[in-house]
């Protein structure tokens, strides 16, 4: 595990470092390249905080002291919120991103910040697993007593035999003439929130031809503690 969160963090160190090393040095530095080099900064830098995010996310889950604060909420604030952390990375030349909420949706009980960090997780996955021109979906529905959070994308999809894997910690998918990205937490993660949740999800794939995953959360009761 170490090993794995030491290479995560240091490919985009390199990259800022290198990127930012170069503007340093040039005395006359080329606007339309700079623009480019910031923008790479950029990504970096996302991709670098949420590595942080989920290393700190699996420590507190992996030493039982993940904290969830349930309330009464809309879904549309979940959805909202996840929305509002990927849109500027999403709004991107090649990449389609549209958001579908029904109207009148019931309410959930949900922890608001760590259920919108698994949607963000599997938006950020859509996005990561797509090639140059992205079309990614974000629905939130009813189906019977739950609600459910999908993300569709248009991306490498995966193989049936990893359905029954993905979920677990440091498992990665090996994909030919790329060997394996992340350090398999992300999943891991969403999982683990969702349960928490007392919610499951479902996941359909195919291999080129993109990936549907979908959260479900139950329809909030008047006494949903009660057994």
């Known amino acids: 595990f170490l090993s794995m969160v030491s290479h995560e963090l240091r490919t985009p160190l390199t990259s800022i ?13 080329d606007p339309e390249r ?4 910031l923008g790479v900064i950029t990504r970096e830098n996302h991709r670098l905080s949420r590595l942080v995010d989920d290393f700190l996310t699996f420590s507190r889950l992996e030493r039982g002291r ?14 909202e919120s996840a929305v509002d952390s990927v849109r500027n990375r999403f709004s991107t030349p090649g990449c389609d ?70 979920f677990e910690k440091f498992y990665r998918i090996q994909r ?4 394996s990205a992340g350090v398999g937490l992300g999943l891991h993660i969403v999982r683990s929130i969702v349960e928490a949740h007392r919610g499951h999800i479902e996941v359909e794939s195919t291999p080129g031809h993109g990936s549907r995953f979908a959260i479900h959360i139950p329809i909030a009761t008047p006494n949903p503690r009660d057994p």
């Open 97 to 166: 991103f549209r958001v579908e909420t029904s109207q009148d949706l019931p309410p959930i009980e949900a922890d608001v910040p760590s259920l919108s960090t698994a949607l963000i997780n599997l938006l950020e996955n859509a996005f990561k697993y797509s090639g140059n021109e992205k079309r990614i979906l974000l629905t939130t529905t009813r189906l019977h007593d739950e609600v459910c959070f999908a993300v569709v994308d248009n991306g490498c999809g995966f193989e049936a035999n990893h359905k029954g894997r993905i």
């Open 176 to 179: 030919p003439g790329q060997g």
């Open 17 to 29: 470092r290198m990127l930012v090393d170069s503007l340093a040095g040039d005395p006359n530095p």
């Open 34 to 37: 700079t623009r480019q080099y």
């Open 66 to 79: 993940m904290s969830y604060d349930f309330h009464t909420v809309a879904p549309e604030e979940i959805t």
